[in-house]
Structures are given as structure tokens and as C-alpha cells.
T-cell receptor
Framework: NAGVTQTPKFQVLKTGQSMTLQCAQD?????MSWYRQDPGMGLRLIHY???????DQGEVPNGYNVSRSTTEDFPLRLLSAAPSQTSVYFC??????????????FGEGSWLTVV | SQKIEQNSEALNIQEGKTATLTCNYT??????LQWYRQDPGRGPVFLLL?????KEKRKERLKVTFDTTLKQSLFHITASQPADSATYLC??????????FGKGTKLSVKP
């Protein structure tokens, strides 16, 4: 049981390049999400999904795209990287979303630098 | 807008003392609050959840309280150890069920 797996761990991009951050979970969780964490800003929600085929925007969705074709995978795409997207990205999952307060499990993070 | 604040960016205490971290929320009445620990270079790890109808929750040396009148949660670590040094995050479920996080408090426990 690997939990939440993110790849790559580190990436340097040039402005304007595109890339995909991969996220996979093996816990059969319905809910998956992407956060970014910046100094002084805390964790901010980018996009989330409550099940395969369903995605929605979080607090800071601009410049990012997601899809959820399977329960296990939730990739985050940067279409045209900008220096403002330099950050640490965390993928997270939980059994389901809602007021039941399910524990969220985080991946180990992906450090992205855009130059 | 919904807001959650952790009053201290950093907290330094001596080993053996009790660490108390504060989390305040505004413009919302969450059904629960969660606390996470984050070590440098790692993802957050869940510690405790407390619901609005619970005054207090304990897990080993950890204790969380939830005061809906003050709109505040306190997180205590008793008999603190240097290994407790980390950043602690509080979070609550927003109106759509997503977790909204505070910015965290960095705890340093000195031997």
C-alpha cells in the first residue's frame, strides 16, 4: 500500500513550457485534490475531484488543468509555465469529501521551479 | 470570506514544557477541525480531528480543544520533545467540504 505517490519530486521548467505532475493513490479514495504551498501563504487548493470524471476548481485554479479518468490518477497540467507557478505542489486524497471530516492523505510533494 | 488563522508563525519552547498552538476561524461555523504535522520537505500528516460537539480530544501527548463560542481551537503537546519540532497546521472543512488550511505554526523544542 503506497498511499499517495507524486512524480516528479523536483522539476525545473522554462517559462512557457508545459508539463504534467503525476499523482496516483492506491486506497480507492473518491476524493483527490491538488494544493500548492508557498512561503507565508499556506496550503491553497488548486483543483479537486470527488470521483472519476468529475473535477472542480479550488481557490487558485488559473494556469492549471486537471482530469480524472480513473479513480487512482489525478494529474495536474501546467499549460504554459510562469515564474509565479514556482512552488511546492501536494497531491492529496481522502475516502470522500464532505462534512464527515475524512482524513486527508498527502503525497510527499513536487518542487517546481520556473525560470 | 471564510478565514482560518494561526496566530503564531513560530513558537520556541524548552523540552518538557507544554506547547500550546492556537487556531482561530471567522465567517464560518465548521463542523470539525483537523490538525496536521508537517516536517521539512515532507507532506502534511494527519494528527487529530475534533468535531463541533466535542470539547476536547486526546491522543497520547496531544490534546485538542474546540470552542465554538470563541471560534478557536487549541492544540497542546505535553512533555514536549525535540522530535516534536515541526510545523503544525490546522484546517477545517469549507462549505464544499474541501479542507481550508491555516498558514501553520513552526514549533521548535530546545533540549
Amino acid at each position: 500500500n503506497a498511499g499517495v505517490t507524486q512524480t516528479p519530486k523536483f522539476q525545473v521548467l522554462k517559462t512557457g513550457q508545459s508539463m504534467t505532475l503525476q499523482c496516483a493513490q492506491d486506497m480507492n479514495h473518491e476524493y483527490m485534490s491538488w494544493y500548492r504551498q508557498d512561503p507565508g501563504m499556506g496550503l491553497r487548493l488548486i483543483h479537486y475531484s470527488v470521483g472519476a470524471g468529475i473535477t472542480d476548481q479550488g481557490e487558485v485554479p488559473n494556469g492549471y488543468n486537471v482530469s480524472r479518468s480513473t479513480t487512482e490518477d489525478f494529474p495536474l497540467r501546467l499549460l504554459s509555465a510562469a515564474p509565479s507557478q514556482t512552488s511546492v505542489y501536494f497531491c492529496a486524497s481522502s475516502f470522500r469529501v464532505g462534512d464527515s471530516g475524512n482524513t486527508i492523505y498527502f503525497g510527499e510533494g513536487s518542487w517546481l521551479t520556473v525560470v | 470570506s471564510q478565514k482560518i488563522e494561526q496566530n503564531s508563525e513560530a513558537l520556541n519552547i524548552q523540552e518538557g514544557k507544554t506547547a500550546t498552538l492556537t487556531c482561530n476561524y471567522t465567517n464560518y461555523s465548521p463542523a470539525y477541525l483537523q490538525w496536521y504535522r508537517q516536517d521539512p520537505g515532507r507532506g502534511p500528516v494527519f494528527l487529530l480531528l475534533i468535531r463541533e460537539n466535542e470539547k476536547e480530544k486526546r491522543k497520547e501527548r496531544l490534546k485538542v480543544t474546540f470552542d465554538t463560542t470563541l471560534k478557536q481551537s487549541l492544540f497542546h503537546i505535553t512533555a514536549s520533545q525535540p522530535a516534536d519540532s515541526a510545523t503544525y497546521l490546522c484546517a477545517y472543512g469549507g462549505s464544499q467540504g474541501n479542507l481550508i488550511f491555516g498558514k501553520g505554526t513552526k514549533l521548535s523544542v530546545k533540549p
